[in-house]
């Protein structure tokens, strides 16, 4: 087993490893990782196998420890259907030895979620288990199915037909200002927090993923009451953001929205994704409850922090 540090001229090969390995995310494609690449020292990773690529490892330095990945929404190893758990144990007794070559004595890793797997990929959390491995949080991902009915509570019913009379209508749109403006509103308001993406970054994001990144919102004729930013993959759309105005919140905009969203996506993915509601010991549980009155229902995301002996 082979370790190589990535470097630009590599970015090709690593694209197009992410496109088709059976856990991969356009969030790992190159474009998307340097869009925030000042915040970030790089130190992503290569695996090649009998001179073959087999993983990669999107991450970077956060002092003395290999992160994977603190500027996503998650990291870990990307693998395609040749992995197994003995490779798998190779991959890290490789990264162990080039860690320690370069002075690195930890790895803080985010796992992939198992519902953006597109067939099971877990071969790296059985061996951070065996390797004894840390968990250093278990947080709680609130996930709709969408190859089942759904169940809406008889509050979210109520809510999308009084969105239905007031006449609201759905648009996807570029217009990134407003949407983010309202945000900024909900996040500071709420819980004194800004947005993780600015408008120019937003706007880039857009524009270079067109097909896998998209703003749907709400309007009362010309009026933007609110959306969502949608994360798409091959199985699960991703509500990155979802924020809506006082006007939206009285005309129930928001339940309005999430149900045209399900109805879109039945038959065309597996999952809606409303992310954490989740941070450490401390859950949201209001939020957690309206996400459940949408029908989602949970699903782990765990974090671990391996140190070398």
Not at 84 to 106: C, G, P, W
Not at 235 to 254: D, F, N, P, W
């Amino acid at each position: 087993m082979e370790v190589r540090a990535y470097e630009a001229t590599r970015e090709k090969e690593w694209d197009a490893f992410v496109q088709t390995a059976k856990n991969g995310h356009f969030m790992f494609q190159r474009r998307y990782m340097e869009y925030h690449a000042h915040r970030f020292k790089d130190a992503s990773l290569l695996f090649y196998h009998k001179q073959k690529l087999l993983a990669l490892l999107p991450a970077h330095l956060d002092g003395q420890v290999l992160a994977s990945h603190k500027g996503l929404t998650f990291g870990g190893i990307l693998c395609d259907v040749s992995m197994t758990f003995a490779l798998m144990q190779e991959v890290f007794s490789a990264l162990k030895k080039y860690l320690r070559a370069n002075n690195v004595t930890s790895v803080f890793y985010k796992a992939i979620p198992t519902c953006y797997h597109q067939i099971p990929a877990s071969e790296d959390v059985a061996v951070l288990t065996v390797l004894r491995a840390k968990i250093v949080a278990r947080d709680l991902v609130s996930v709709v199915d969408l190859t089942t009915p759904i169940k809406y509570y008889k509050g979210v019913r109520w809510g999308i037909q009084k969105a239905r009379k007031a006449g609201l209508e759905i648009r996807k749109t570029n217009d990134v200002a407003s949407f983010l403006q309202i945000m900024a509103g909900v996040l500071a308001g709420k819980y004194g927090l800004q947005t993780a993406h600015t408008a120019e970054e937003l706007k880039m994001l857009l524009g270079a993923f067109p097909e896998q990144i998209s703003l749907v919102c709400v309007f009362e004729g010309k009026q933007m009451l609110g959306g969502t930013l949608l994360f798409l993959t091959k199985r699960v759309v991703h509500a990155q953001y979802i924020g809506m105005s006082e006007r939206g919140k009285e005309l129930a905009a928001t339940p309005f929205l999430l149900d045209s969203i399900f109805q879109f996506y039945r038959g065309k993915k597996q999952s809606f994704s409303f992310g954490t509601s989740q941070g450490g010991e401390y859950v949201n549980e209001k939020l957690l409850y309206f996400k459940e009155s949408m029908g989602a229902r949970a699903l782990l995301q765990e974090q671990y922090l391996l140190h070398f002996d």
